[in-house]
């Protein structure tokens, strides 16, 4: 079963990255004079094309080889998620907000991933709200259309309601949990039992880093957070990435960053974020860069299953989950 929802996932994560690609636009810098000179030629349209497909079988490639891929061949709930995660950003890209709900669902009911996607949805459903908003009163100063906020905002109900439905969605498990054992907390307790202690956000990520890294990590972790945020507004992202996909690398950056206690399964729990492969395998359209990235990554692999298989004990036996 892990298996096929792998094979799934991979085609339909290709065609999450070519519907991003032509969403932005996307050109091959190495064609782009020539595209730009006669871009009404098929021949050069077909250059554009092919370009996009083959980015997007390299990213593909490179998502399918990450150092976490083996935990999509096992009996972990990564695959299936990860089939009903990029269906859901594929439909919310294409403005099909009805037909993301019953897959917004699934994604949830199959992994906690219902808050980033659910603070996605609202975001996105916002950002398009001002987008035409403010496209609606240029029109009116130009006496083109006389509609005012209020259509707007009618209009951009089925994407409100499709973005509450998921920040629904969110709290089924809670819900369900707290039903069965009559705790309230019953669902956030259970989650926190590795770190034997309450939800404390963010928290678990200074305490860890200072346990590893010392108090260099008061430093660090702010320069991080800098540091990817500036990376997911960069050039090169926005060249490659819709921003659907960008908002949702920020809200589940976000969401690891509040709610995550880091430890052996942090790179697993990575995964959702592979979006970001398909502006880094764009750096350069060199095969050696392309092959150098899927190689590391393999390699990758064999060392973060042994760092797992190797690692000391828990404290009351048994290996550390991946």
Same mark, same amino acid.
């Given at each position: ?39 009404? +030629?098929?021949?050069d349209?077909?250059?554009?094309k092919t ?5 997007a079988?390299w ?6 080889f ?13 695959? *299936? ?9 594929l ?6 907000y009805l037909?993301m ?18 603070a ?36 951009? =109900?089925?994407?409100?309601g ?6 629904f ?5 809670p ?8 705790r ?10 590795w770190?034997q202690?309450?939800?404390?956000p ?5 305490s ?49 960053l509040?709610?995550?206690?880091p430890?052996? +399964?942090?790179?697993?729990? *990575?995964?959702?974020l ?15 860069y ?23 004990? =828990? ?8």
């Amino acid at each position: 079963m892990a298996l096929l929802a792998g094979f799934a996932a991979a085609w339909v994560i290709y065609l999450l990255f070519t519907t991003s690609l032509n969403i932005v636009g996307y050109r091959d810098q190495s064609h782009g004079e020539k595209v730009s000179e006669a871009a009404s +030629s098929t021949e050069d349209q077909k250059d554009v094309k092919t370009s996009r497909h083959n980015l997007a079988l390299w990213a593909v490639a490179a998502v399918a080889f990450l150092p976490v891929a083996p935990v999509l061949q096992v009996p972990y709930a990564e695959s *299936l998620n990860l089939v009903f995660l990029v269906w859901v950003l594929l439909l919310m890209m294409r403005k099909q907000y009805l037909l993301m709900m019953p897959v917004a669902l699934l994604a949830c009911l199959s992994r906690p991933v219902g808050v980033p996607l659910g603070a996605t949805a609202g975001l996105w459903w916002f950002a398009c709200l001002i987008t035409e908003a403010k496209a609606q009163q240029q029109r009116r100063q130009r006496g083109e259309d006389q509609e005012g906020f209020e259509s707007v905002f009618l209009r951009s =109900l089925p994407q409100l309601g499709s973005a509450l439905f998921i920040c629904f969605c969110a709290l089924i498990w809670p819900i369900y949990a707290w039903q069965i054992t009559g705790r309230i907390d019953a669902y956030t307790a259970t989650e926190t039992a590795w770190r034997q202690g309450d939800l404390a956000p963010v928290a678990p990520w200074i305490s860890q880093g200072i346990a590893y890294f010392g108090y260099f990590t008061i430093l660090l972790f702010p320069l991080l957070i800098v540091g990817y945020a500036a990376f997911l507004a960069s050039p090169l992202v926005k060249r490659v990435l819709a921003s659907p996909i960008i908002l949702w690398c920020a809200c589940y950056g976000a969401y690891l960053l509040i709610f995550l206690n880091p430890q052996s +399964s942090t790179f697993r729990l *990575l995964l959702p974020l592979f979006p970001l492969m398909l502006p880094i395998v764009a750096i350069s359209s060199s095969r050696a860069y392309r092959w150098l990235l899927i190689g590391s990554g393999a390699l990758l692999q064999l060392v973060w299953v042994g760092w797992l298989w190797h690692w000391k004990q =828990l404290p009351g036996g048994g290996d550390y989950p991946p």
